[in-house]
């Protein structure tokens, strides 16, 4: 296991990124595929910890000399700096992430909910071949349908991300293996399908939209323009799928290498910055699952994997790869964090972290899978029971501080 400060990774990536800034480009779809797999292999675009001291920044003389003049490209920076400082207070352009006690694990867990400090957006259940998606006044409880999707035998809409004005979702193509990313607006107007495909984790951070696709991780406008492939595999299926989280502005997931039972892959821990550059093995012995949770609460990464010492269990490491912890043997079906508070949840029970002592049982009752998504104090969840509701599924909430549920269908 590389053992380096974490500090001096931060210092050699940002100088990685700033060297490659310059000439990247952004890389098209299709027969790029296999070129930047090929440069992925090459180990002189991983970063060394034994580079850091070839990083150095100072050159206090020549900020000095260039400190005494002006150019007129500084002068064009600045007002492109001030038009963007204005296109970014426009609710429209500007993703909003408050409030930010979101659960870190929201789309690992699905992401049926999600909100900001007045409203809330969850998943419902008409009947059962729809879903909707309801929007809820946080301060009132004053509820509105904002959107059902198609009919289908098997419907599926999750991965909720809220961006400015607009709220972004994934959705089950009927009869079919497909799925879209759809866009409307937060009062559920001028419904869009942005991208369509074998897509899944869909995460809005920025003003970019980040998913896996065919095996590999893509990014692009919130629009669904100009996509680029971020990181290729040497998998093409959906199964491959890299699962990944962003935290600090960067990339983390399992190069999905290789295949076990049950259609899930395992593989190596990568991190890489949101254009696709800066890739930095994180050289963690470990293997890691492409289809259980795998987040971060800024501070870890959790994930479930494979090691010689431990076998198959549930891990988290520090965000340059050191420190690997067994956490559980077991992998729980759920896990969220929000705010300090460590959300644990099985089929039947949630958890609440209490302090290093252990966990709290706050709630027990049919989760599920035991999913849960959290919009400040409220952890959302659903219920399966085909003899107890029309629909087969029910979507619950309970605020962490209180057991009192609340059904929503």
């Known amino acids: 296991m590389k053992q380096f400060g974490y ?3 931060i210092v050699a990536a940002i100088a990685f990124s700033c060297l490659c800034s310059g000439c990247s480009k952004p890389i098209e779809t299709g027969d790029a595929k296999k070129q930047i797999k ?7 675009i991983w970063i060394d910890e034994n580079d850091v001291s070839d990083t150095s920044l100072n050159k206090s003389s020549e900020n000095q000399d260039a400190a005494l003049e002006i150019d007129v490209e500084d002068i064009l920076a600045s007002s492109e700096s001030e038009k963007e400082k204005e296109e970014s207070q426009d609710p429209s ?20 909910a999600t909100g900001d400090s007045q409203y809330s ?6 009947d059962k071949s729809t879903l909707s998606i309801r929007k809820e006044h946080r301060p009132t409880g004053q509820t509105e349908m904002i959107y059902t999707s198609p009919e289908s035998a098997n419907p599926l809409l999750d991965c909720l991300n809220l961006a400015g004005n607009a709220l972004f979702f994934r959705q089950r193509v009927p009869n079919s293996d497909e799925y879209t990313i759809e866009k409307i607006t937060v009062s559920g107007e001028d419904q869009k399908t942005v991208l369509q495909g074998h897509i899944s984790n869909v995460t ?15 990014r692009s406008d919130l629009n669904g323009e100009n996509e680029i492939e971020l990181y290729v595999s040497d998998e093409s299926s959906m199964d491959a799928n890299p699962a990944f989280c962003i935290a600090n502005d960067r990339i ?3 190069d999905p290498t290789d295949f076990a039972k049950g259609g899930m892959f395992f593989g190596r821990l990568i991190s890489m910055d949101l254009n696709g550059g800066a890739f930095f093995d994180m050289g963690t012995p470990v293997t890691v699952c492409n289809k259980e949770l795998f987040f971060s609460d800024g501070e870890f990464l959790y994930f479930y994997g494979n090691t010689e010492e431990g076998g198959a269990a549930y891990y988290r490491c520090n965000l340059d790869g050191t420190g690997l912890e067994l956490v559980g043997k077991a992998c729980p079906c759920s896990r969220n964090h929000v705010d300090g508070n460590d959300i644990i949840a099985d089929t039947y029970e949630l958890y609440r972290q209490n302090g290093p002592d252990g966990f709290t049982l706050i709630y027990s009752g049919f989760m599920d899978m035991g999913k849960t998504c959290i919009v400040g104090d409220e952890i959302y969840f659903m219920e399966t029971d085909a003899t107890k509701y029309e ?6 909430r309970i605020n962490m501080n209180s057991p009192k549920e609340d059904i929503l269908d």
């Open 38 to 44: 090929s440069d992925l292999d090459n180990t002189s």
């Open 252 to 254: 983390y997931f399992a």
């Open 391 to 396: 629909s087969g599924t029910v979507t619950k």
């Open 121 to 126: 957006y969850y998943v419902v259940h008409p």
């Open 93 to 112: 352009n500007s993703p909003v992430t408050s409030p930010i006690s979101l659960g870190t694990a929201n789309i690992s867990n699905g992401g049926f």
């Open 204 to 218: 809005a951070y920025g003003n970019y939209l980040f998913y896996s696709k065919d095996g590999d991780i893509l």
């Open 7 to 9: 500090k001096n990774w």
